[in-house]
């Protein structure tokens, strides 16, 4: 993927006052997937008292240009949050916009830590530096502002002639405000400056930015904050993830029953399903109906299914279960309780009820129970989605793996009920060399993958 673009990232940085913020900033591009071929910190000692982040630019731009040759220059601020997937998408949207000069987004996330507020403000045809992307051709535009300037995103995008600036409304990076060290532009301890106070929303206990962002991330925002304080948030509603493929009638009778049971299973739930659904021409009413044009990937079809989502808890499960009275409210509770990000809930079918009200552990059809897994929003933004190296056997199997690499732990929750008869109705219709496809043949995928 864009082997004929040479792409660097550049990180201006004081790493002597806010070391941690230059620690996370590395970990962030790590978990990157596009890599970048280089990334230079520009961390030299400071030679005055004065901000010095345009001095820091124009240099780490010379370098990447003229001795690393460059392309393009992702522009990375240490202190801020991206997701990982910022550099694909920033190259993507700048290669399918002509690869202007200077590329990025008219809209920037703002979050200042100590007053837990942010808002999201747009600027009038530019971008923040921390949402900026310049191609090699930046050093053709003479920069008549001086080192100490502390506008470098201001002066550049109204210097530079070839400019596109979009709007993107996802939250692919925010802007931390933390009053840290002095590397930062002119407003760096607040957010508020040419906001209106509508737009400016208070977020008690940081529970939006602990859903934009990811584990480690929001830790380290929630340790560095003045005020932070942990409250109470009641869970009302949880966003189902749900793929069909109904190929007859009774596969319809079987979803139909199935989004019945869920909509009844819970008075204090409220459920927003998501159908992800093989057959263009088949829509079930009271859901949201989604059809997709690529291959069956059961983890792709999720992710795809994921990404209309926006509540705190998202159920990723099978149209072939039954759902308990207070499932929901069961799991969700001792998820809280217990500081747990996912987890499946008991099936009776195939398990003893030891006792016990959680038992930690990964494996599959004992703590893993793939047909239905609850995770915390924070879950997805953490691992990237779920791995598609499998189409469909195996699936739970990849992403306990990579819970397990991201030192996320997964329980099984004895209090809340969900029946799993497995009856592989769908599978069962179909063609030998398709269900060999999707079952055998995955698992000797992913063991030539484990051992690779």
Request: contains cysteine.
């Given at each position: 993927?864009?082997?004929?673009?040479?792409?660097?990232?550049?990180?201006?940085?004081?790493?002597?006052?806010?070391?941690?913020?230059?620690?996370?900033?590395?970990?962030?591009?790590?978990?990157?997937?596009?890599?970048?071929?280089?990334?230079?910190?520009?961390?030299?000692?400071?030679?005055?008292?004065?901000?010095?982040?345009?001095?820091?630019?124009?240099?780490?731009?010379?370098?990447?240009?003229?001795?690393?040759?460059?392309?393009?220059?992702?522009?990375?601020?240490?202190?801020?949050?991206?997701?990982?997937?910022?550099?694909?998408?920033?190259?993507?949207?700048?290669?399918?916009?002509?690869?202007?000069?200077?590329?990025?987004?008219?809209?920037?996330?703002?979050?200042?830590?100590?007053?837990?507020?942010?808002?999201?403000?747009?600027?009038?045809?530019?971008?923040?530096?921390m949402n900026t992307l310049v191609s090699k051709e930046i050093l053709n535009t003479k920069w008549t502002f001086p080192d100490n300037d502390p506008w470098t995103d201001y002066r550049l995008w109204t210097t530079v002639k070839n400019v596109k600036a979009i709007t993107y409304n996802k939250v692919l990076?925010?802007?931390?405000?933390?009053?840290?060290?002095?590397?930062?532009?002119?407003?760096?301890?607040?957010?508020?400056?040419?906001?209106?106070?509508?737009?400016?929303?208070?977020?008690?206990?940081?529970?939006?930015?602990?859903?934009?962002?990811?584990?480690?991330?929001?830790?380290?925002?929630?340790?560095?904050?003045?005020?932070?304080?942990?409250?109470?948030?009641?869970?009302?509603?949880?966003?189902?993830?749900?793929?069909?493929?109904?190929?007859?009638?009774?596969?319809?009778?079987?979803?139909?029953?199935?989004?019945?049971?869920?909509?009844?299973?819970?008075?204090?739930?409220?459920?927003?399903?998501?159908?992800?659904?093989?057959?263009?021409?088949?829509?079930?009413?009271?859901?949201?109906?989604?059809?997709?044009?690529?291959?069956?990937?059961?983890?792709?079809?999720?992710?795809?299914?994921?990404?209309?989502?926006?509540?705190?808890?998202?159920?990723?499960?099978?149209?072939?279960?039954?759902?308990?009275?207070?499932?929901?409210?069961?799991?969700?509770?001792?998820?809280?309780?217990?500081?747990?990000?996912?987890?499946?809930?008991?099936?009776?079918?195939?398990?003893?009820?030891?006792?016990?009200?959680?038992?930690?552990?990964?494996?599959?059809?004992?703590?893993?129970?793939?047909?239905?897994?609850?995770?915390?929003?924070?879950?997805?933004?953490?691992?990237?989605?779920?791995?598609?190296?499998?189409?469909?056997?195996?699936?739970?199997?990849?992403?306990?793996?990579?819970?397990?690499?991201?030192?996320?732990?997964?329980?099984?929750?004895?209090?809340?009920?969900?029946?799993?008869?497995?009856?592989?109705?769908?599978?069962?219709?179909?063609?030998?060399?398709?269900?060999?496809?999707?079952?055998?043949?995955?698992?000797?995928?992913?063991?030539?993958?484990?051992?690779?």
């Amino acid at each position: 993927m864009y082997s004929d673009i040479k792409i660097g990232v550049i990180i201006p940085t004081r790493s002597e006052e806010r070391k941690q913020f230059l620690e996370h900033a590395k970990w962030q591009i790590q978990r990157q997937t596009l890599q970048p071929d280089i990334v230079l910190l520009v961390d030299y000692k400071a030679e005055s008292t004065e901000k010095d982040i345009t001095q820091r630019y124009r240099r780490g731009f010379d370098n990447l240009i003229n001795k690393e040759k460059c392309d393009c220059i992702i522009c990375w601020e240490d202190d801020d949050y991206y997701k990982h997937n910022y550099i694909e998408i920033m190259v993507k949207l700048w290669v399918h916009h002509g690869k202007p000069t200077m590329f990025g987004f008219n809209n920037s996330y703002y979050y200042n830590i100590n007053d837990q507020k942010y808002f999201n403000v747009h600027h009038n045809g530019r971008s923040s530096m921390m949402n900026t992307l310049v191609s090699k051709e930046i050093l053709n535009t003479k920069w008549t502002f001086p080192d100490n300037d502390p506008w470098t995103d201001y002066r550049l995008w109204t210097t530079v002639k070839n400019v596109k600036a979009i709007t993107y409304n996802k939250v692919l990076c925010i802007g931390i405000k933390h009053n840290i060290g002095m590397c930062g532009g002119n407003n760096h301890g607040t957010i508020y400056q040419n906001a209106h106070e509508k737009d400016i929303i208070d977020d008690e206990g940081m529970l939006w930015l602990e859903a934009n962002t990811d584990i480690k991330s929001i830790e380290l925002y929630r340790s560095l904050s003045k005020t932070y304080k942990p409250v109470f948030e009641e869970i009302k509603e949880i966003d189902v993830v749900v793929p069909c493929n109904t190929m007859n009638d009774e596969l319809k009778k079987m979803t139909l029953q199935f989004i019945s049971n869920l909509k009844h299973s819970d008075d204090k739930i409220k459920f927003n399903i998501f159908i992800l659904e093989q057959q263009k021409k088949v829509n079930y009413s009271g859901v949201t109906t989604l059809h997709y044009d690529f291959e069956f990937n059961y983890n792709k079809v999720m992710n795809y299914g994921y990404s209309f989502t926006k509540s705190k808890y998202i159920c990723f499960c099978n149209n072939d279960v039954s759902f308990s009275y207070n499932w929901a409210t069961e799991i969700i509770k001792e998820m809280k309780q217990n500081n747990v990000l996912s987890a499946s809930p008991f099936n009776p079918v195939i398990l003893k009820n030891t006792g016990e009200k959680i038992k930690y552990g990964y494996e599959v059809r004992k703590e893993m129970l793939g047909w239905c897994i609850v995770a915390n929003r924070s879950v997805m933004n953490t691992i990237g989605g779920f791995s598609e190296c499998v189409n469909f056997w195996q699936s739970e199997v990849v992403y306990a793996d990579q819970l397990k690499q991201a030192g996320i732990k997964h329980a099984l929750i004895y209090s809340s009920v969900v029946f799993h008869y497995d009856t592989s109705r769908t599978l069962n219709l179909l063609d030998e060399a398709t269900y060999y496809n999707y079952t055998k043949k995955q698992s000797l995928i992913y063991n030539k993958i484990k051992n690779e």
